[in-house]
């Protein structure tokens, strides 16, 4: 197939080269043409703007007969001549010569026209299995195609739902998850108690619930009801429209015991940690403290720790009993770090008649921001009127970056009740920037002091017991070099928290001391020295620890003050301890910067 300038379409037919047939009908050059892939067809391109699609099929068909017709028709002109007349020119052996040339050409034209027609219809065949086996595999492949693209978009969608999905469902669970929160509820109606099945009907959000409490108990909560505090839980349920309120509790407003009542579960998608988190840093705000105008008698709190020491011996062996490491709480958030740990004499997390416990908290700066006067606000609801307690304490200035520590004491007298009391910790700060609150739940316990009959005995086991451990440690001591009291730094805080004690100010200087030996130490002497300094520096030079239990920690605070005329100097101190002659141990050693009033 030949196109050009001339505006038409040759067909040709390579073996002979002769043309088949022309296609004529663009008016201007043909650009380029092409044959259907199933060879039917011509497609051709003109400068004229148009495409044209040619028949080729039936002109090879139109071609094919007329080249048969034609050989026809010319072979029948040379048969007409074979078996004509003889003629006058002509011998007799020639025209026999003639006529068996004319049979045997008869022969093979007929030979001839039936190879020509075959070949015709054979073609035609081929031609048209060809178009139906083309046709037939390029449905199947496009059957192919279309099926893997189903699949294709099919999975692809698939996909997108899944993903979908599962965002809708993430995102509802940390909805519900983020609902979780601690709440107070106010008691409708407190109904008659029973006695005889000990509990009360009370009436909270219009239900009533069936709260088991003791007889013992129950008349004083009534008696107080004012100040019963009953807290929840509230959730959103797996709809993410209808709130959950469970795991409520009424805190008996003397002993600070909790009655769990109505429905208990664990909340939808909280882990414990995060639940307990969520329970400590609750920032319930609470009227201040009912016990505060309780009178107080200061004297009659010293007399009682200065009783006699049989009382002492007795506690010395309830502390050998069972002695508990303070537990160290912390509470961190992207701004704040709070340590926080309640430390009492006897270490058995209880606090006892006649007993003092401190609470330390360390706070770590985190931000970027300079806290001005932050003020610790210690205050109980619930607090016996024989615990007496520090009710504040001020940070002046905590830098970025800085962490400082804080003492709050604790004391309950010989009258304090067994109970259990709550505390809240909360924080003040000039322009709000505040760390998170905290509770602390802190055990009393009266210690009653066993019948005087029963004194004298016991004394004299413990007198027994005590002599064969000294026996044990003079023996123990020959060998043994390691000190029996380790003494340990922790932190020197003055009023100005730049670590220098200035005019005016005071400084404590918090160490502390460990009992490694398996025996009780009584009677420990701190002694304070000093090099470089002045009358203007006050201090106490000697400290008496009246007891040190077998492996536990003391926590001691030396006070130094400074005068308005101290001078600007490095102050060295030495602190050393005497004990028994079984004592072995190292000093420490600390410096104190003092700067004089510039003004």
């Known amino acids: 197939m030949s196109a050009g300038c001339d505006t038409s379409i040759r067909i040709w037919e390579t073996e002979s080269g002769r043309i088949l047939g022309i296609f004529t009908g663009h008016k201007s050059i043909i650009n380029c043409v092409q044959f259907s892939p199933d060879g039917k067809y011509i497609v051709s391109a003109s400068d004229d703007n148009t495409l044209k699609l040619w028949d080729y099929y039936n002109l090879l068909e139109e071609n094919l007969s007329k080249n048969s017709n034609t050989i026809k028709t010319s072979n029948e002109i040379e048969l007409v001549d074979l078996f004509a007349s003889k003629d006058e020119f002509e011998t007799l052996a020639e025209y026999e010569e003639r006529i068996n040339k004319a049979e045997l050409f008869t022969l093979e034209m007929y030979e001839k026209y039936r190879q020509i027609e075959d070949d015709s219809l054979e073609l035609i065949v081929l031609r048209e299995q060809k178009f139906l086996l083309n046709e037939d595999l390029a449905i199947k492949k496009q059957k192919e195609i279309d099926s893997i693209a189903n699949v294709m978009l099919t999975d692809e969608k698939s996909e997108i739902k899944i993903d979908r999905a599962q965002k809708v469902e993430l995102s509802r669970r940390e909805n519900i998850k983020k609902s979780y929160e601690i709440i107070h509820l106010k008691i409708d109606i407190l109904g008659y108690y029973n006695a005889e099945a000990e509990y009360f009907p009370v009436t909270i959000l219009g239900n009533v619930e069936y709260v088991k409490i003791r ?288 005019a005016k100010e005071e400084g404590k200087l918090i160490l502390t001391i460990r009992n490694t030996s398996k025996k009780n130490l009584k009677k420990i002497k701190i002694l304070v020295e000093t090099e470089n300094v002045s009358k203007n520096l006050k201090y106490k030079k000697k400290i008496t620890v009246k007891k040190i239990s077998a492996n536990a920690n003391h926590t001691e605070k030396i006070v130094f003050k400074a005068s308005k005329k101290i001078e600007t100097t490095e102050v060295k101190i030495k602190i050393s301890i005497e004990e028994s002659e079984n004592y072995k141990g190292e000093n420490v050693e600390f410096n104190i910067s003092t700067k004089k009033n510039e003004e």
């Open 215 to 502: 007889r013992d108990e129950a008349r004083i909560l009534k008696q107080n009801l004012q100040d019963v505090e009953v807290i929840g839980a509230k959730q959103l349920l797996e709809d993410c429209e209808t709130f959950d309120i469970f795991n409520i509790k009424l805190i008996h407003p003397r002993t600070g015991i909790a009655y769990e009542f109505g429905k208990q579960k664990k909340p939808l998608y909280l882990e414990d940690a995060e639940m307990s988190f969520i329970l400590e840093n609750e920032n319930a705000t609470h009227p201040e403290d009912k016990w505060e105008t309780d009178e107080f008698n200061e004297e009659e709190y010293e007399e009682e720790n200065n009783t006699d020491s049989i009382i002492e011996t007795i506690q010395d062996t309830l502390e050998i009993i069972k002695q508990i490491e303070p537990e160290v709480f912390i509470k961190e958030d992207e701004k704040f770090k709070i340590e926080y740990k309640f430390v009492e004499p006897s270490f058995d997390n209880i606090l006892n008649a006649k007993e003092e416990g401190n609470l330390q908290i360390t706070i770590t700066n985190k931000s970027k921001i300079e806290l001005k006067k932050l003020k610790i606000k210690l205050n109980s609801k619930d607090a016996h009127k024989a615990l007496k307690y520090d009710k504040s304490a001020i940070f002046k200035k905590l830098s970025a970056g800085e962490k400082d520590i804080r003492i709050l004491k604790i004391k309950a007298s010989k009258k304090i009740i067994d109970g259990t009391f709550n505390f809240n910790i909360t924080f003040e700060e000039k322009n709000n920037n505040l760390p998170q609150g905290f509770k602390l739940i802190i055990e009393t316990s009266k210690n009653e002091i066993p019948e005087k009959e029963n004194i004298d005995i016991e004394k004299k086991e413990v007198e027994e017991e005590e002599e064969e451990e000294e026996n044990e440690n003079e023996e123990i001591s020959k060998n043994d070099k390691r000190p029996i009291l380790e003494m340990k730094i922790i932190e020197f805080i003055d009023d100005g928290r730049d670590n220098i004690l200035n």
